[in-house]
């Protein structure tokens, strides 16, 4: 039978399936030149007399991903700093959350089934856009300076809008009952605090009199 031939096992056995190359992923991490020294020696002034061995050990060509990442962010918060000494500002804030978001997403390229770094991805969106919404109505021309030099799209959340139903309204009318009888409440108590510190106020006063 022509199904049971010996070329054709053959044929069979040979025609597997290849395992497919994963594609290379570029990072943002790749336009580090990998002379630059690390962060934590790039300012010793030992550095210009030490020999080219030890350059290249505590170059970025032997660093690891944590140790380029520290350079990535400097480079970002000086592109986008006030001072020399801004280490707290909104867009350094920005800056930093930024480098985190782009190695989060390479990650998730290559890891798609990691769902505790996608939730710490979407934290860190959510936590930019508010920093880059609450700049957009303070200084709106360091915003844009900020999105032009990090390379950042902004884009405002969606409004949130909410079905009407009767069980939402009866729910949403008990709650200000609620908060109508514990403010009533809270305002009698402060009443009666009030009243009793008068009242040792004026037992003061008539003891030095």
């Not at 200084?139 to 300076?145: A, L, R």
């Amino acid at each position: 039978h022509p199904a049971c031939s010996p070329v054709l096992q053959a044929a069979r056995g040979y025609a597997r399936s290849v395992a497919k190359k994963k594609k290379d992923i570029p990072s943002h991490l790749d336009d580090l030149p990998p002379t630059m020294l690390k962060k934590d020696y790039a300012n010793l002034p030992v550095m210009s007399s030490v020999d080219d061995v030890v350059k290249r050990l505590l170059s970025l060509e032997m660093a690891s991903q944590k140790e380029k990442m520290k350079v990535k962010k400097q480079q970002l918060v000086e592109k986008v700093r006030r001072s020399p000494s801004d280490n707290g500002s909104f867009e350094v804030q920005v800056a930093i959350l930024t480098a985190k978001i782009r190695t989060l997403e390479e990650h998730l390229q290559k890891h798609p089934k990691d769902k505790k770094n996608r939730r710490f991805l979407l934290m860190g969106l959510d936590r930019r856009r508010k920093m880059l919404g609450y700049l957009r109505r303070v200084n709106y021309s360091t915003f844009e300076h900020t999105c032009k030099q990090l390379d950042i799209q902004y884009s405002p959340p969606q409004p949130y809008t909410r079905r009407v139903t009767k069980r939402w309204l009866v729910k949403k009318a008990l709650c200000i009952k609620v908060f109508q009888e514990k403010r009533k409440l809270k305002a009698a108590e402060r009443l009666k605090q009030r009243r009793a510190w008068q009242a040792r106020a004026r037992a003061a006063r008539e003891q030095q009199e």
